[in-house]
């Protein structure tokens, strides 16, 4: 499970900025095509916080679309499912974004 | 997704070069020391287990480049990527490799795809035309790595322990372990696993991925992203296809419709047919890559 793996990369990067404060809040940016479930994210994340400054931390995941540009029409869309199609049928799409997987803020106390 | 892994902070990784049988198991420690911070451009000797010790500089980035937070009272900005230090060591293997003239490539799939039948045949056959050397990441076993060297092919293993895949830090090590020939190619083989795998770049120039049609040929669309990162698939089994359910059509749409550039390729480990159309494939993007680096030290 890689979001295990996701997870404590997040940690020991906030524990680096907190230099011993408590944190109290993280902040994540995880866009819908990065192949992260937020869920297991969270449950990972109550098991890696033990023990560090960011145990009892509230964890905020925004979750921010792709966009796409139909190569056959022209179009374009946000994304939000990797499988999705143009509206003309066209699966040839250009994605951009949506891929994100970025520590935005912290809140420490 | 894989749900009996715990991966993957590589502590109780093992590295083995199965020729000598020397064995090396990371601990936290070591893992935190290797790539400590504060200490840029200092020359330092690997604790090596494979002879010769060597020491040589190299330089640590800083995991925190200059802090990027600004303070808000008691909010701190970071927009810092998660898997940045991955990345980091995965840009330095690829330099690394690219100032050899080596291509790594990084092979992909779930469990019982014949991937390492695939890798053997490919080592049999194209020994005396190409020098290849092989990384086998596997959570437990060393019988891969062990099949690989009967073919007479240099192998380092890699157990993973728990860990679902390889990440760019564990194959550095790897690479230094293996000590790859110029103009030669890695074959690093992936734990198997058709999520987890996709997420991490270890420096490699492309990722392949083999599908067997034992499997069924919705696969692309399950793992979308895995065949969205892979320059090329494989259809593995070809010659148990009068047997199975698969089509091999839908299967290479499927494929594109998440990755509209894919390659497809059919072939059987087992009777060899196809694997010809592979071998060329793999030399063409051999050739292209001395031709960079020859290219690259004229310039
Ligand atoms: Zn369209």
Redesign the pocket.
């Known amino acids: 499970m890689h979001e295990l793996s996701i997870t404590r990369n997040v940690v020991a990067i906030v524990s680096e900025h907190a230099q011993q404060r408590k944190v109290l809040r993280v902040t994540l940016e995880v866009g819908e095509l990065s192949a992260i479930m937020p869920e297991a994210i969270r449950f990972c994340f109550d098991i890696c916080t033990q023990g560090t400054p960011l145990e009892g931390a509230r964890l905020d995941i925004m979750q921010t679309p792709g966009s796409a540009t139909?190569?056959?029409?022209?179009?374009e869309f946000a994304l939000h499912d990797i499988l999705a199609r143009?509206?003309?049928?066209?699966t040839h799409l250009v994605r951009r974004g949506g891929d994100e997987l970025n520590i935005k803020e912290m809140e420490v106390a | 997704m894989c749900t009996t892994c715990g991966c993957s902070n590589m502590e109780g990784v093992i590295i083995t070069d199965p020729a000598s049988g020397a064995m090396r198991i990371l601990t936290k420690a070591e893992r935190d020391h290797m790539h400590a911070e504060g200490h840029p451009g200092h020359p330092h000797a690997h604790t090596a287990i494979y002879a010769p010790a060597h020491t040589h500089p190299h330089t640590h980035e800083a995991v925190v480049e200059a802090i990027p937070a600004a303070l808000h009272g008691t909010t701190i900005a970071l927009e810092q990527e998660i898997l940045s230090k991955n990345r980091r060591i995965a840009e330095r293997n690829r330099g690394w490799l690219s100032s050899r003239g080596v291509l790594a490539l990084n092979l992909v799939s779930s469990p019982g795809s014949g991937k390492t039948s695939l890798l053997e045949r490919t080592l049999r056959d194209l020994r005396g035309r190409v020098t290849m050397s092989v990384i086998e990441g596997d959570q437990e076993t060393m019988n891969d790595a062990e099949r690989i060297r009967a073919t007479g092919c240099k192998a380092i293993q890699i157990n993973t322990g728990k860990g679902c895949h390889l990440e760019a830090e564990i194959v550095g090590e790897a690479l230094a372990a293996l000590d790859a020939p110029a103009d030669s190619v890695v074959m690093i083989e992936n734990v198997g696993n058709l999520v987890c795998p996709a997420l991490f770049d270890l420096g490699e120039r492309a990722k392949i991925v083999i599908l067997s049609v034992t499997e069924g040929d919705d696969k692309p669309l399950k793992y979308p992203h895995m065949f969205h990162a892979s320059e090329l698939m494989l259809i593995n089994k070809m010659d148990l296809l009068p047997y199975v359910d698969f089509d091999v059509e839908r299967c290479i749409a499927n494929a594109r419709q998440v990755n509209p550039n894919i390659q497809a390729l059919r072939v059987s480990a087992t009777t060899g047919a196809g694997m010809e159309d592979w071998y060329h494939w793999l030399q063409d993007l051999l050739h292209s890559s001395q031709m960079g680096r020859l290219v690259h030290s004229a310039v």
Do not use: K, Q
């Open positions: 139909c190569r056959d029409c022209g179009a143009c509206v003309c049928g066209g």
